[in-house]
């Protein structure tokens, strides 16, 4: 069976002040009729552009290539109307802030009918009814009195679960939920990410999740795909992914992240930063900061290669990674 | 009975929230304090007016009476009794606040009319002129505006802001005179000042704004020659205001278009014209409302070259020959209800933001 989301070999460039600049290079995924795909990467890795550019949401100016199918449907060709009917009802999104994304000035039963009236073409009543039940459905206590709430009289983690109704509302296929845990506290986390999973699971609803939280990505998804500057260097199942890395970049993001009772001495921080987009050097662009480069790195990047079941790996070196036991 | 052991319902405790003071609804308070700083203010503009006026190099006497008159020393000082300017200022003043406290706003001592019957006759005309300003201003306004935002940068944008420009940097009494010379002296479309033409007679008097009372009367003939008289004016000014709004509607609009919820509302699949109308007008209209509410107060205040212009009898033209006459009992009228529109639509405006942003909203 098809992929729900098959996305081969997306490249994004974007108008930059002295010139385009490359932001997304040679991204291919897919994500499956109720899968849990997790996506991480360290901040301005190209994440949150895979989702801008899954919605048509790039700012003008920006020029793609490569192929996006989403159920049968070409992406990258839509015109205007079809990317109206694609957004919302065939792909939703659910964003990182959830104060910055629910409109201050509209009712929250406003802002969850909205689109169910445009994408079902349900009477008011009707979107009423279900805007009810999705609200009681993420475990908004008071559903009708919520309906007619502004997003303010909202605590963080209620107006995020009602961001996440609101992305549900017209009955999409595939959820993107870009960090929509990141700006909530720990224990409101927990209850976000549980309420996705159980909504994938009694809906069959497709999810990509964006973050760049490695325990988020082990305790969700199936599989991952890990991001730096702009591509993809490794993807596999997510357990496989994380207690055996095979690219030094993603054994390097485990060693930077603290668990259990570890001594903040023994975390190792990746040397120096991911490089601005333009500047990526030749070759592999984690080089510069990787420990096992070799001059045959900065030669050419390294296309995205098998590394056995179901994984892939961008990296000529392929070391052998030792990785701290969780 | 149970309902005395736990001092619950009937008679007792109706009487009990009869003695109690009820604790009034925030909306009244609120009003309550505003009315009272605006009367503080009013006090202040009296007091300010009153100094202000006889700070001025410049003698009420000098201005008012002929020369023949002042060369009459019993005239001078009839005059002087007659107005009380042979009393201390301080006496003058508290007899002139003894008056306003029984609305009595003195007379005027160019016209010879009660100042409050001069404000009743000049307002109206100002106010014809400000409302149809003011709506056809908000409507284009805004719409441009937005228009500019949306487009930011591309031509359109470009277009909308060298208008702009174009339209604060252009002095009124030109566009007027430009306005002028093209609709009326060239077209011959439009009447060239006055508020009715030679042969019509006011319509009774309602409001005091001859297309109202004229369309309230049934006389369809003088509604329609006094429109053709706003039509001028109305133009200049409003292509003003519009140049004035455009700016501040476009920044504001620019700013909310960043903003995660109108990328939200896109991603939600909502058709252009929704996200623009709900999403985008509703966010961008606080700051609007602000300017706005100052240029329509502007324009109720009256404007002295626009109306001078067009011999159109409003505010603006009574306060100028006020004040060329040193004539403090007109300067103080028109001071104080100017301070008093100032003050109601910035009251206005406070309301509306509440009604807007939820947030704003009174406790």
Redesign the interface.
Known sequence: MAPLLDVDSLAVTLPGPRGPLPILHDVSLTVDEGELVGIAGESGCGKSLTAQTL?G?LPPGAAVTGSARFAGTDLLGLD?RG???????GI??V?Q?PT???????TIGRQLT??MR??LRMDRRAANRRAVELLDQVRIPDPERAMRS?P?QFSGGMRQRA?IA??LA?RPRLLIADEPTTALDVTVQAGILALLDRLRAETGLAVAFITHDLGVLSALTTRGYIFYAGRVVETGPTGALLTAPTHPYTAALLGARPHGTQAVGTLRPIPGGPPAPGEAPPGCPFQPRCGYAQPSCSTAPPPLAPAGADRSVACGVRPHLEVAAP | MTTVHNGEPGAVSTTASRLRPRRAHPLLVFLAKRLAITAGLLLGVTVVTFGLVNVVPGDPVTANLSDQALNDPATVAAFREKWGLDQPLWAQYLHYLGNLLHGDLGISQQTGRSVLDDLVRYVPATMELAIPTMVLALLIGTGIGMLAAVRNGRFTDQLVRVGSLLGLSTPPFWLSLVVLYVFFYQLGLAPSGGRLSTGFSPPPTVTGMYTVDAALAGQWDVAWDAAQHLALPVLVLTSLTVALLVRFVRSAMLEVLQ???I??????????R?VLR??LL??GLVPVVTVSGLAFASLLSGTVLVESIFGWPGLGQYAYRSATALDLPSILGVSLFVALVYTLVNLTVDLLYGL????IRLS
């Open positions: 919605l949401l205007h990317w109206q009917r694609v957004r919302g009802a939703a999104m964003f802030d910055a994304a629910l409109h201050p000035m509209l909205e689109h445009v994408h502004y303010h961001a609101i992305a017209a | 903003q995660d919820y990328r939200a509302a896109y991603a939600k699949g909502l058709p252009t929704v709900r999403h509703r966010a807007i942003d939820p947030r």
